[in-house]
């Protein structure tokens, strides 16, 4: 273990937000974020900083975008990824769209689309209208339709313009995966380059989906088991970021439950609900939260429910970007103090 004299000096002398969160031993559990629609389109490269508010299509689609965020309080992540050699065709725009099918669910569904360029605006502003005016007519868009929900997509964050790290420690993590997971997987894998989707103290950061899982602080050597799930569960136990069917502290639970049960818990129904909590300093902190995590079988027939208490168990220094005067600050670290089945 590094020694505090050692984390100060890799601290000070360290220009990658990832590199500090790492060396000062933060737990990425937690991090995910709640997401019920996922967004994903392809754009090329290069993506600036503030790309989503420079490209004429995406600009189009802002408007819409916030409506159904800060109007209505619908969970959408927006994504974009990069065009690929293989699996992309020219003049066309590739649309994915993720959501949560039910109140217990262990992946989320999927809708893809190729679509030629002048209406990908359009798709997408049918599938945000879709969350907001049930039901919304996709059929126009039907011949565009890819039947591909046998196919697992992982989606590594490579924008350096937003964050360095997530440049420096994702495109090789990126290239692994690309050159040697995806095409040993017949046809059942892709993986993309993606635009920033949180944490870049984490990078390299990748999503998995459908499951819905996010991972950080990548290392090569961990790529086999995350792709593969060929070993015990407890391996990737520190680069979990969450699944984001849950919310922060149901991600904690989770993970417990999942280094308990092994692979086979992923494949569960679930969904997570906060029993009580201490907040202090009018809920910008919390000392310690209860909550449950209710699972079934993919039939519905075992029915079962955990509880959980999580508790504060320190704060380590974290730097939240690779900016030039990188600024630390104290990040707060909780344990599950105690878990048991109650039903």
């Known amino acids: 273990m590094p020694t505090q004299h050692t984390h100060q000096l890799l601290t000070r002398d360290c220009r990658f937000c990832s590199l500090v969160s790492k060396v000062n031993?933060?737990?990425?559990?937690?991090?995910?974020?709640?997401c019920e629609h996922w967004l994903i389109m392809e754009v090329p490269q290069p993506w600036s900083q503030e790309i989503f508010q420079e490209n004429p299509t995406l600009k189009s689609l802002i408007g819409l975008f916030q409506e159904l965020i800060f109007k209505h309080g619908i969970k959408l992540k927006p994504m974009l990824i990069a065009p690929d050699r293989e699996y992309s065709h020219p003049g066309f725009t590739r649309v994915l769209y993720y959501y949560r099918p039910a109140k217990l669910f262990s992946q989320f569904e999927k809708q893809e689309f190729v679509v030629p360029e002048s209406e990908a605006a359009a798709l997408v502003t049918a599938i945000f209208k879709q969350l907001i005016q049930q039901p919304n007519d996709l059929s126009e868009f039907q011949q565009y339709q890819q039947q591909t929900s046998h196919i697992r997509e992982l989606m590594v964050c490579t924008h350096a313009q937003v964050d360095l790290a997530c440049g420096r420690f994702g495109t090789p993590i990126y290239r692994q995966l690309r050159k040697e997971y995806a095409p040993a997987a017949n046809g059942k894998l892709r993986v993309w380059q993606t635009t920033h989707f949180g944490g870049h103290q984490f990078a390299p950061t990748l999503v998995d989906l459908p499951q819905g899982c996010?991972?950080?602080?990548?290392?090569?050597?961990?790529?086999?088991?995350?792709?593969?799930?060929?070993?015990?569960?407890?391996?990737?136990?520190?680069?979990?970021?969450?699944?984001t069917g849950l919310n922060q502290f149901e991600q904690i639970a989770e993970r417990e439950i999942w280094m308990q049960s092994g692979w086979t818990w992923l494949d569960y129904l679930k969904a997570g609900k906060v029993l009580a909590m201490e907040e202090v300093a009018e809920g910008r902190d919390i000392n310690w939260v209860e909550v449950r995590i209710d699972f079934a079988d993919l039939d519905g027939s075992t029915l079962g429910a955990y509880e959980a208490r999580i508790e504060v168990c320190g704060e380590v220094m974290s730097a939240l970007n690779s900016a030039k005067e990188m600024e630390l600050e104290a990040v707060k670290q909780y344990r599950v103090s105690r878990l048991s089945r109650c039903r």
């Open 25 to 34: 031993g933060e737990d990425p559990i937690g991090t995910a974020g709640t």
């Open 214 to 243: 996010l991972w950080g602080h990548l290392e090569p050597d961990i790529l086999d088991l995350l792709v593969k799930r060929n070993n015990s569960v407890s391996g990737l136990r520190q680069y979990y970021r969450g699944w």
